[in-house]
């Protein structure tokens, strides 16, 4: 019911509109794109070379900002949370428009993020997500200087943090929820690459579970409860539960730790694990499922040595909580960068991720997540890599287009 009111007290303006009639300044912007394509590849590569590990996005934020105020942008700031914010008001009445890429990547500190070459292909870390989104925001900000492009609508260029893991949507949360709550009118997140558009936001829940006791010796103490066996006793149950394959729902133990030495009896086992779903309900039986497995494993493991006068304790540490966005197929945003694609020829297909776009959406904030051009493969990998191909500039011509769709071109 509540995304119900919200959509209907948006504004008559957030119905699905026809891709704006390219004016000379837009045509130009365009222009520009396409001819200074290796403009963007340059930076691409450049903010790809500063690491930015979860929680750590700060040079590359700072990078981020410094290329904004050398373009002409000299109201860039850079947000309490670390969020890059250029804020261009438009130049008659129209919507607010958000799009950003965003900073961080999965990888920890320490890897090695320098751009390698294979014919066309550039390989690094994060060179396709996100490098590519922050690259296509980057290059359309430049473009509407070099073109003297004015919005009829408020537009915000942004570059945001805490996208990936536990990162847990921080940027965007504090950029809708407190920031500018209520002031977006329409959010576009550039996130990886080709052409498509995620209009459903897949939910996620994330634990990291710690299985306690008082450990001991290998020999000398044994006989009492293992947290290490019982945290195997939960993995192995949790590994038999039942998922239906639509509404898709996914569960996965992604890191284990514990202990101390092999002739010791730990004291505590961690493991980190990973619900997904496309659908809150499913979500949420899924989550029902874990927790029993987890609980039934202490218990079983408690039985295992009833003689013994040992403890073993369990606890369930939030580590994020993605909210499910389900935003139909004929939305009107979703319409529009439909038809929007189709003025170069393209039709993207539809699809479900877990992105920014998540957290607008189940707040009731028109929002799509689309492909910055090119082709890409083995995101959140060492070997990922980008290839420009013979068009990657429609991606960020589409990407601009968007916007101007959305927000109005000033006469």
Not at 297 to 313: D, N, Q, T, Y
Not at 358 to 365: C, D, F, H, M, R
Request: charged fraction near 20%.
């Amino acid at each position: 019911m509540r995304r119900l009111l919200v959509a209907l007290a948006l504004p008559a303006a957030l119905a699905a509109q026809q891709p704006v009639a390219d004016s000379p300044a837009l045509a130009k912007a365009l222009a520009v794109l396409q001819a200074d394509n290796a403009w963007t590849l340059q930076k691409q590569v450049a903010l790809c070379e500063i690491p930015a590990p979860p929680f750590k996005e700060q040079a590359r934020g700072i990078a981020f900002k410094n290329e904004m105020v050398a373009l002409g942008y000299a109201n860039t700031y850079i947000d309490s949370v670390g969020n890059v914010v250029a804020d261009v008001q438009g130049a008659a009445k129209g919507p607010t428009v958000l799009i950003e890429g965003h900073l961080d990547t999965v990888f920890p500190e320490g890897t090695d993020v320098r751009v390698k070459r294979d014919g066309t292909r550039m390989i690094a870390p994060g060179i396709g997500d996100d490098c590519r989104g922050l690259a296509v925001v980057l290059s359309a900000a430049r473009a509407v200087k070099q073109a003297n492009l004015k919005f009829a609508g408020r537009v915000l260029f942004v570059a945001n943090v805490g996208e990936e893991g536990p990162g847990n949507l921080r940027g965007t949360r504090h950029l809708l929820g407190t920031a500018y709550k209520g002031q977006i009118n329409y959010f576009i997140s550039v996130d990886g690459t080709g052409m498509h558009i995620t209009n459903k936001g897949v939910g996620s829940n994330r634990y990291n579970v710690h299985f306690k006791g008082p450990g001991g010796h290998s020999y000398g103490a044994f006989g009492m409860p293992n947290p290490i066996h019982a945290m195997g006793r939960a993995i192995a149950t949790i590994s038999e539960i039942q998922v239906p394959k639509s509404p898709k729902a996914t569960f996965n133990v992604g890191i284990v730790s514990g202990g101390t030495s092999v002739n010791s009896i730990a004291m505590e086992g961690i493991m980190d694990i990973d619900m997904r779903s496309e659908s809150a309900e499913e979500l949420a039986k899924v989550d029902v499922q874990v927790r029993k497995a987890i609980d039934d494993a202490v218990k079983a493991e408690l039985a295992r040595w009833p003689a013994s006068k040992a403890g073993l304790s369990v606890r369930i540490d939030t580590i994020g909580i993605r909210p499910v966005g389900i935003q139909a197929d004929d939305a009107p945003i979703v319409k529009t960068a439909i038809a929007v694609a189709a003025t170069f020829g393209v039709k993207p297909p539809l699809g479900s991720s877990s992105t920014d776009s998540n957290y607008p959406i189940s707040i009731g904030v028109p929002a799509v997540t689309i492909g910055g051009g090119g082709i890409a493969s083995g995101a959140h990998s060492w070997s990922e890599w980008y290839d420009d191909g013979p068009n990657g500039y429609v991606g960020p011509q589409y990407a601009l287009r968007l916007v101007a769709t959305l927000a109005g071109v000033a006469p």
